[in-house]
């Protein structure tokens, strides 16, 4: 299983947002304990550094020791532009997702995603498969 993770789960997990810390850290643990299996895009990076400047080199350092960067060009950038979705970051997020192979992007924010070729699933329902073993 391949997964591309949203800005807003790893924002729950740097600044300790609750009551999504939980469900968004078991996301993290296992992109952790399966290396190569799980990406973010590069507009996530940057939201990360905007929006929790003060852990984001560190947090971002160690993030990027077991996640990937998904691999994006120009090609996937005019891609996320023609997909049926209102806003345009998550449609960047989801030429991402794809461009990584990603089976699923895990994100709290489903509705946005309805439009996305790449199937969106809450952190939730994630932490659920995985502790149940799916």
Do not use: K, Y
Request: aromatic share 6%.
């Amino acid at each position: 299983m391949r997964i591309l993770i949203d800005t807003d789960v790893l924002l729950d997990v740097t600044l300790g947002r609750e009551p999504w810390l939980a469900n968004s850290s078991v996301t993290l643990a296992w992109a952790v304990d399966h290396p190569g299996s799980a990406a973010v895009a590069w507009p996530t990076v940057a939201n990360i550094a905007h929006l929790a400047p003060a852990a984001a080199r560190s947090f971002l350092a160690d993030l990027l020791t077991s996640v990937d960067v998904a691999p994006c060009t120009t090609r996937h950038a005019l891609e996320a532009l023609a997909f049926p979705m209102s806003d345009l970051e998550d449609a960047l997020q989801s030429a991402a997702a794809l461009a990584f192979g990603a089976d699923w992007i895990v994100t709290r924010n489903l509705p946005d995603f309805r439009g996305s070729p790449v199937p969106a699933v809450a952190p939730a329902s994630f932490a659920d498969s995985i502790r149940a073993g799916t």
